[in-house]
């Protein structure tokens, strides 16, 4: 089972993306579901997680690291099976490959590049 991330692309500083992840399977609205990233000789951080087990309103606790609070956004649809990373005010230090994450599995990475 692969997630299927997406929504990358080249944007200005001081743009916006969102990612979004769909999540084959079944128990979606149970899982926490992180957005990681890992820039060009950096080792993968954990940017944004949201917690699992509200299976109507799709909410629940988030987590943000410093770096990207007050401008990253992340939420989820649970009828969807997708979770979404809305990066807002992006800086050229945002370039990455951004990676979902459930458990033991991984998407394939959608690169983000943030440049004039």
């Known amino acids: 089972v692969q997630l299927q991330a997406s929504g990358g692309g080249l944007v200005q500083p001081g743009g916006s993306l969102r990612l979004s992840c769909v999540v084959p399977?079944?128990?979606?609205?149970?899982?926490?579901m992180n957005w990681y990233r890992q820039a060009p000789g950096k080792q993968r951080e954990l940017v944004a997680t949201?917690?699992?087990?509200?299976?109507?309103?799709?909410?629940?606790?988030?987590y943000y690291a410093d770096s990207v609070k007050g401008r990253f956004t992340i939420s989820r649809d649970n009828a969807k099976r997708t979770v979404y990373l809305q990066m807002n005010s992006l800086k050229p230090e945002d370039t990455a490959v951004y990676y979902c994450?459930?458990?033991?599995?991984w998407g394939q990475g959608t690169l983000v590049t943030v440049s004039s």
């Open positions: 994450n459930t458990g033991d599995l």
């Open positions: 399977g079944s128990f979606f609205s149970l899982r926490a």
């Open positions: 949201i917690s699992g087990g509200a299976p109507i309103s799709g909410g629940g606790p988030t």
